[in-house]
């Protein structure tokens, strides 16, 4: 399963187990650690669930798997400020990362106004089941009403229930505060389009979308009109 081609090789990042290590990582030639934070996880501040879908950054042969490992699971919970167990069994992180690739199908499939895969609807279907949500209600000064949500389940099926939830909310809002990928080039990383004109992930990369477009033109514009000076 991959981000962009749906049967492209993923990548690690290549940290070893240590997610405070910079993957040294860039996509299409572009400086990518503009849109990260300071252990280079790609967060965005966007809800979890599609934070969460992001973790397989990338498209074509340049998929990289934030999720890979023990230690990048626990960093990137720890860098999206989610909460999770202490630790992970092997199995638990094979169950973490099904649905995170079901959760990223499914993004994409909404995206890209296809069907998404019936494994992937399967698999986010399980995890609501085995920890259904329930609504809270609390009261904060200066907050007023604050409405959540709970697990009803501890560890590791609740953090995947809630997850689950997550990717049902981001396919539930109003059809101008959908899920979109970015535009910028070589960038797939998913957002939740806040206002009408918003095209890219964060401001990096709808700079450099602006600087190709100006590079593009120029080219063509130099190579469309000779300069009098030169040679006939
Ligand atoms: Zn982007």
């Known amino acids: 399963m991959s981000a962009g081609g749906r049967d492209a090789p993923e990548r690690t990042p290549e940290t070893g187990d240590d997610p405070h290590v910079r993957p040294n990582l860039t996509v299409g030639g572009s400086c990518y650690h503009q849109h990260v934070n300071a252990i280079e996880f790609p967060v965005l501040g966007e809800p979890p669930a599609v934070e969460f879908a992001n973790t397989l950054y990338g498209s074509g042969e340049e998929v990289v798997d934030y999720l890979a490992t023990p230690g990048l699971v626990s960093g990137w919970f720890a860098a999206a400020d989610q909460p999770a167990p202490v630790s992970w069994s092997d199995d638990e992180i094979g169950r973490l990362r099904e649905l995170r690739d ?109 600087q190709s477009r100006y590079y593009r033109r120029h080219r063509r514009g130099a190579e469309g009109s000779p300069s009098p000076q030169e040679p006939r």
């Open 102 to 210: 079901a959760v990223h199908d499914v993004l994409s499939a909404e995206v890209d106004a296809v069907r998404p895969r019936a494994t992937s609807l399967a698999a986010i279907n399980r995890c609501l089941a085995a920890a259904p949500v329930r609504w809270t209600l609390g009261w904060g000064p200066g907050e007023g009403m604050l409405i959540g949500t709970e697990p009803s389940a501890l560890g590791v099926p609740g953090v995947l229930g809630r997850l689950a939830l997550g990717c049902v909310e981001s396919l539930a809002g109003s059809p101008d505060s959908r899920v979109r990928r970015c535009e910028g080039p070589g960038c797939s990383l998913f957002f939740v389009k806040n206002h009408s004109r918003r095209r890219w992930c964060h401001d990096s990369c709808g700079h450099r979308a602006r």
